[in-house]
Structures are given as C-alpha cells and as structure tokens.
C-alpha cells in the first residue's frame, strides 16, 4: 500500500471515482463527501494550502484523511494548523476509512505527516474513540505527542418521530412570534441566500461584528454547493415572512438522521418578537416531515430545550518549536482547569509566571498592524557587488531539481503548495541572491487578497497591489536585501502601469517597517482586529477613506 499527500487541487479533483466508493462504504456522511469537500477547496483555494492524506492498494482508494494547512496569523503564537477541510462546524469525523482498515490508515497517515515539514498542529474531529486511539498508538510510536478531548458541539434537539410531532408541538409551543408571519422554503436558491445574507449582515452589524457568511470565500461556496444539494433534497433555505418582507432566514443540510442548522440570521428589528424562535420552529417542523431525528441549531435560540453536542477532538503536535511552544501553552491551560478554583493561578505561577500570562492572552484574538501605502517611483538603492535581484516566476521554481527546490524553500521559510497557489493567482514574485544562495523573497498580488491576521480579503484598486510578504534570510539582514527588492519591485510594477501599493506590518516587526520606510513607504492608519468565537471587530485609526475601500470597510 501507498500514502501520499495531495497539494493540487486537479489531483484531488481525479481523486472523485473512489472517493465517493469509499465513502459509501465508509457512510461518511455530507461533510466528507468529494462534492461537499471539492466545492469548499474551489472556494477557499489561495487562502490556505491543501493537504489530503491517501493511502491506496493499487488502484483502490483505502482511506483519506482530507486536510488543508491554514495560514498563521499575528501574534507571539503563529503556528501552523492542519484542519479538516471544508469543515463549517458541521463535521464530527475527519478520517475516511472502513473499521478493518483504520489501524493500517493511521500508521500510514502518520508516517506521511511525520516526515513532511511545514506544520505545527494538527487539530480535527474524530468520530469516536476506536479512530482516537488508533491515531494515538501510530503517533505514540513515531514518538510524536497528541492528546484527546470533547469539545462542545453544536445545540441539539433530539426530534420525534411525524406521528408524535403535531402534539408534542402543540404542548410545548410558546407564542406566535411576529404577528402574520409565515414560514416557507424558498425554492429559488440565489433569491433565498441573498435574503440570509441580507440578514445576516444586518443582524450581526447590530451586535457590531462581522457576518460568519461575511468573507468572499464563504459566499462563493455557498453559491456553488447550495443548489446543487438542494436538488438533491439535501438542502433547505428556510424564510420567515411578515407583510411580505424577509424578516429571518436559514440555511439547513441534511447529514444522515441529523438536520444541520449551517446559518441563521433575522431581522434585529424583529428579534423581541420571536423572529428566529419562528423560523426555528419552522425548520423543525421540515426536518421532522423529512424524517430526520436530530436537529442541530446555528445557536441555542430554539421553542424546544436544547442539549449541547459534544465532539470528540484529536490533536496532533509536529516536533517544530512552535509545535512545542503551543504544547506546552495547551498543558499549562489544562492544569489551569483541573486546578480547585482558589489554587489554578498558584499552579500556574509555580510551574511558569511568564508563560502564564501569555496562555491567558491567547484566549482572544487581538492584533494591531501597520498599514502602510507607497507610489511607486524608483530610488537608487546601493547593492552589493555580491547581490542579484529578479524576477521569480513558476517556471523558475519547477526548474529546480527536488533536493534544490527543498533547499530553497527551507532558507525562505516557504511551503511549495504555499508557492504554487500565490502563482496560480497571478503573483509577481522578486528574488535577491547574494553569492549564490537565496537571500530574500518578496510577494505581490494586484488581485484581491485573504489576510488570515484580519479575517478578511484586501481589494487593491486598479493602478494598485498589496505585498504579503517580504522575507529575508536572517544571515543576510542588515545589508539593505529587503528595500533593494522593494525598489525593483517599484520598477517592474510600474511598467505595468502599477504606481501604489500597500502592505500590512505587525506592530511588532520593526525589521519590516525600517525596510518599507526606507523604501519611501508612509504609515497611513493603524488597524486593529479583535476575535471572540464568531465575533469579531476591524477599526482602522485614523479612518482613513482609501484605507477603509482597500480594506473592504463601508
């Protein structure tokens, strides 16, 4: 048998045949399913790297584990994650393999990932304690560290059979919501999640935070996999009208048994009077007609009482320092919950004061960046004698030979998939050599742009670009590498009728912001992003206009 890792998406495409045979067998469900999966990568591809894990015996499909890497974000911590691809808080399983086959899978998956470099956790669902385990024995082997835990899940309401529903409804049922309002599955699919989306906008704007659905990626998924489920009968968009108006909205999948409750949004207008108590009692009412026996909520807000699902998680940690340092951050907040309540912070403070405060920082995510803006005209920059800078294509990077190209990466921190993905974009790309050897790399895209450090796309205007990053190799700073390429960057953007960019900095990189000033870049606006749960927070100080349009703020 043989295990590979799949980065390219035509690969992973070619891989539908057997997925879906194996899945069967498998009865893996919705969330696992290659259209489900393929659907979500077509979306989100150029964000994160994909990383499906396969084993196969000839031609035959054993298991898969479908994974993609996501892109560190700001903070002390930036740690590389493997998570379960096209995972929208719906999936309890991450493996794909028959029960006689699970031992074999996960001795092969974890061989794969052991030798490969590039993470730092793994962290997905699994769907019990025999698939645990066994990934626990193979991990315990390559003297890798994971550790399990139940997670809690989404709110769920155990359903009926039809036959007991109509009066268990009747006995339970609390007050009409708003008055006239009637529930209806909308039929026309782009019509009804337009109106979830309208909602959801306008819900989440009155809590001041971002829409779950609000980023590009989301919403190109949802465009592309929602009909195609909802002709399957898979599928529901659910609108609660009053006077003809959309006042609340869902989106409902159906996994096996179980309704999934995806996204919810309602009009805040018409909150107080039961607007999402309505539609919910309306999507409970289709699930049970559609024979399922579990329906799970978006959130708790429900005419029936909830219970909370529990999901049983898996983590994996890689033998990098990041990988060590979030081990150790994890165990500490473990003795922090297993302490008695008065003595957690005497544990903590016994076992390591510094680390203590960073764990308990960590429980939110708070970034502060630097934005910068810069025209484009050249400066004369000296390099030294030694020092080459040009431009670095794809064809350059597929030109070099398997051990060169892994030297490459490993000097400029890069990931090939990483690579590959930025260039399908249509990336521009300059590389500076001294002596010989790799020194620095920076990277531009004149196209919208996902930035994992603030949840959201960047939009460069026409006449615009954005650098995501810049690096130079630490034995090479210092010598002016990094403003040398920014200025030949300059040149070549402007041939291409190019003459602004911008670039966000981490407050705490000041190697980064010496070299974009020195390149004749200003600091237009601080912009912070704030991160609990599904809400989050983007200002930008001073509000700048054009910043605000770059940042794709109203």
Not at 97 to 105: H, I, P
Not at 189 to 198: F, T, Y
Not at 239 to 252: K, S, T
Not at 370 to 380: I, P, Q
Request: proline share 5%.
């Amino acid at each position: 048998m043989v295990s590979a890792l799949e980065h390219d998406a035509a690969a992973f495409e070619a891989l539908a045949p057997g997925w879906d045979a194996l899945a069967r067998q498998a009865e893996a469900g919705l969330f696992l399913s290659h259209a489900w999966l393929s659907a979500w990568w077509s979306a989100y591809r150029g964000v994160d790297e994909l990383w499906a894990l396969t084993l196969r015996d000839g031609e035959r499909l054993v298991a898969a584990w479908p994974l993609h890497l996501r892109a560190p974000h700001a903070g002390a911590l930036r740690v590389a994650e493997l998570r379960l691809l096209g995972d929208l808080g719906g999936a309890q399983r991450s493996v794909l393999a028959r029960a006689e086959d699970l031992d074999l899978a996960a001795a092969a998956f974890v061989d794969t990932l052991k030798a490969t470099r590039g993470w730092d956790l793994l962290e997905v669902p699994v769907a019990g304690r025999p698939v645990a385990e066994a990934l626990e024995r193979a991990a315990r082997a390559r003297g890798m560290k994971s550790d399990r835990d139940e997670v809690p899940g989404r709110a769920r309401v155990e359903l009926p059979p039809a036959s007991e529903w109509d009066e268990l409804l009747r006995a339970r049922r609390p007050g009409r919501g708003p008055a006239e309002a009637e529930y209806a599955v909308e039929t026309d699919v782009p019509r009804g999640l337009d109106e979830l989306h309208r909602l959801l906008r306008k819900e989440w704007a009155a809590r001041e935070s971002a829409s779950p659905a609000a980023d590009p990626q989301a919403l190109r998924f949802l465009a592309q996999i929602v009909p195609k489920l909802q002709a399957s009968g898979q599928a529901r968009l659910g609108i609660l009208r009053a006077g003809g108006e959309a006042i609340a909205a869902d989106l409902v999948v159906t996994d096996g048994a179980r309704a999934v409750q995806l996204l919810r949004g309602a009009d805040p207008e018409h909150l107080a009077a039961g607007a999402a108590v309505e539609l919910t009692r309306g999507s409970l009412d289709a699930a049970v007609r559609g024979g399922a026996r579990r329906f799970e909520l978006a959130d708790e807000d429900s005419p029936l009482r909830t219970q909370v699902s529990r999901v049983l998680r898996l983590r994996l940690w890689n033998a990098t320092a990041f990988g060590r340092l979030h081990r150790g951050v994890t165990s500490l907040k473990g003795m922090v919950r297993s302490a008695e309540p008065g003595r957690a912070f005497d544990r903590l403070r016994g076992a390591a004061p510094d680390v203590a405060k960073r764990a308990v920082a960590k429980v939110a995510t708070y970034a502060t960046l630097h934005l910068y803006r810069g025209e484009l005209f050249t400066r004369d920059v000296r390099e030294p004698g030694d020092q080459v800078i040009r431009l670095f294509s794809r064809a350059d990077f597929d030109a070099l030979d398997e051990r060169t190209r892994e030297a490459f990466t490993t000097r400029l921190d890069l990931q090939a998939g990483y690579c590959r993905q930025k260039w399908d974009r249509g990336d521009t790309v300059v590389l500076a050599e001294v002596a010989g050897r790799p020194a620095g790399i920076v990277w531009c895209a004149r196209t919208s742009v996902y930035v994992p450090d603030i949840g959201r796309e960047v939009r460069p205007g026409a006449g615009e670009c954005y650098i995501h990053d810049v690096y130079v190799h630490p034995d090479e700073r210092g010598r002016q590498v990094a403003p040398a390429m920014l200025d030949f960057l300059a040149r070549e953007l402007r041939a291409r009728d190019v003459y602004r960019a911008w670039a966000l900095i981490e407050r705490s990189n000041s190697a980064s912001t010496r070299a974009f000033e020195k390149a004749a870049y200003a600091s237009v606006a601080d912009v912070v992003y704030a991160r609990m749960g599904l809400a989050s927070r983007l200002l930008v100080r001073p509000p700048d206009p054009e910043a605000r349009t770059f940042l794709g703020l109203p």
